[in-house]
T-cell receptor, first 117, second 114 residues
């Protein structure tokens, strides 16, 4: 079974609209972390947001928020007020285990977001 | 803002040649990693490194691969005898031993094996 599943290979959103990128995960470890990274066409991986399995509140970072539904094992990324510069590939990733150890991340296949005028 | 730097940004090599990819992690980070991304595919973990030794490696990281921290700043990935299927983007990353232990990635080194 896939540990990280991103079911949307591509998404379109109009500028200034909000968009939700889906991510579901599979783990039996009670301690885990969920990450979202952005990969623009230039290729670098840019960290966006993190959610720990024990965090009570959904993470937010500026225009990014993570809709964490633990029982459903989903960690969807919400981008509000989309901008043209948000056009990129978005990867969901998971680290299993305690944060004090090395972060071996398992990545999903990614969602390519295109922001249109 | 501190960053992870990688060199070279792009390397073209012949099959069977040795390649060394270099990385300078963020100075106060304690964990170092190599990941790779074959074109159009997802990012895959290769190896993590802590306290001057490998802490974990994937099935991909076979005897052809090695990592080294030759001094206090550099972290290298060596591929002894490159194969066509080693063509990929190789990302170095580092993370602190605190908080969420978030990985900061470098811009990547694109390796093309001919």
């Amino acid at each position: 079974a896939q540990k990280i599943t991103q079911t949307q290979p591509g998404m379109f959103v109009q500028e200034k609209e909000a968009v939700t990128l889906d991510c579901t995960y599979d783990t039996s470890d009670p301690s885990y972390g969920l990450f979202w990274y952005k990969q623009p066409s230039s290729g670098e991986m840019i960290f966006l947001i993190y959610q720990g399995s024990y965090d009570q509140q959904n993470a937010t970072e500026g225009r990014y928020s993570l809709n964490f539904q633990k029982a459903r094992k989903s960690a969807n990324l919400v981008i509000s007020a989309s901008q043209l510069g948000d056009s990129a590939m978005y990867f969901c990733a998971m680290r299993e285990g305690y944060t004090g150890t090395a972060s071996k991340l398992t990545f999903g296949t990614g969602t390519r977001l295109q922001v249109t005028l | 803002e501190p960053e992870v730097t990688q060199t070279p940004s792009h390397q073209v090599t012949q099959m069977g040649q040795e390649v060394i990819l270099r990385c300078v992690p963020i100075s106060n980070h304690l964990y170092f990693y190599w990941y790779r991304q074959i074109l159009g595919q997802k990012v895959e973990f290769l190896v993590s490194f802590y306290n001057n030794e490998i802490s974990e490696k994937s099935e991909i990281f076979d005897d052809q691969f090695s990592v080294e921290r030759p001094d206090g700043s550099n972290f290298t990935l060596k591929i002894r005898s490159t194969k066509l299927e080693d063509s990929a983007m190789y990302f170095c990353a580092s993370s602190p031993q605190s908080g969420a232990n978030v990985l900061t990635f470098g811009a990547g080194s694109r390796l093309t094996v001919l």
